[in-house]
């Protein structure tokens, strides 16, 4: 999303099907609107933020965040590890 309220953020397809399913059995919410995004628009060059401000997104800086828009197109299946 190049709109975005961050310097670009790419969706990231969770909760699945299964995802949900599993939350709904231990009574927990799944979560959703997963990014990998840059800082906050205003926000420049690589300074970090300095705290887990993003409230389950992957925050990048701006640099990161341009390069890996040039490189992973829609689509690209991606995998987290905790």
Known sequence: ???SR???SLGISYPS???????RAI???P???IMI????????GARRMGRDWTA???AVSNDEMEEIWSLVPVGT??????
């Open 1 to 3: 999303n190049p709109q």
């Open 31 to 33: 979560g959703g609107d």
């Open 17 to 23: 099907r299964a995802d949900r399913a599993r939350a």
């Open 6 to 8: 961050f310097h670009l």
């Open 27 to 29: 009574g927990a919410s």
């Open 37 to 44: 995004h840059g800082q906050p628009r205003g926000v420049t």
């Open 56 to 58: 389950g997104c992957i």
């Open 77 to 82: 299946p991606i995998t987290i590890h905790a």
